[in-house]
């Protein structure tokens, strides 16, 4: 199904083989329960990736308030460089993947399972603020303009540019590249194998 500028107040639920691709207009509830969904232009209220085989593009379009990825795939890549957000709101991952290869998200959190896979992927773009509580993180490329908080799990820093990052519990921080303002060790474990840091406060016994 191709939506390019009506309003859809019900709920848009893709299963199967089905794509729906909205290229205009608005959406109250995008569900992806296998398939493909497309958000092209135009917003949508939310997001929800439920399947393992469900995937979900967001270009130039928006997701105006929460993002929830319990399966499947979320990728943000904005076609158009501009300062909007593609998903504006919160984004909670407790399965499956986001990656973002260009464009503009909100706060990701991430609840991933540990199970060596990683859940969320920045290559390049901005992400508000990340707060990971397991799972595993990887920014590879572009911009953690907020506060990166590691409580469990792992983030590795390859090549992005981030301000302050902030360890605690089990969480482990890992720097191979890129570069962080300030370095907040509450707990955990800071590694910084390369790449630079402005600041580093160890804190916790």
Do not use: F, P, R
């Amino acid at each position: 199904e191709a939506q390019s500028g009506a309003t859809m107040t019900g709920a848009v639920t893709a299963s199967g083989t089905g794509t729906y691709t909205q290229s205009g207009g608005t959406s109250t509830d995008l569900v992806n329960d296998g398939g493909t969904i497309n958000v092209d232009a135009g917003t949508a209220t939310s997001l929800t990736n439920n399947a393992t085989a469900g995937t979900s593009n967001v270009t130039d379009g928006q997701v105006t308030g929460t993002t929830t990825i319990n399966g499947g795939a979320v990728v943000v890549d904005q076609t158009t460089a501009d300062a909007a957000l593609e998903l504006v709101g919160t984004t909670t991952l407790t399965d499956g993947t986001l990656t973002v290869t260009d464009g503009e998200v909100g706060t990701v959190v991430n609840q991933g399972t540990s199970g060596g896979a990683t859940e969320v992927t920045l290559t390049a773009g901005d992400i508000a603020a990340l707060t990971n509580t397991s799972g595993d993180a990887a920014l590879n490329g572009g911009t953690v303009t907020g506060a990166t908080t590691v409580a469990a799990g792992t983030v590795t820093n390859a090549g992005a540019a981030i301000t302050t990052a902030t360890t605690s519990g089990t969480g482990t921080y890992t720097q191979s590249g890129g570069t962080a303002t300030d370095l907040v060790n509450d707990g955990g474990t800071i590694n910084v194998d390369a790449g630079t840091a402005t600041s580093l406060t160890n804190n916790a016994t």
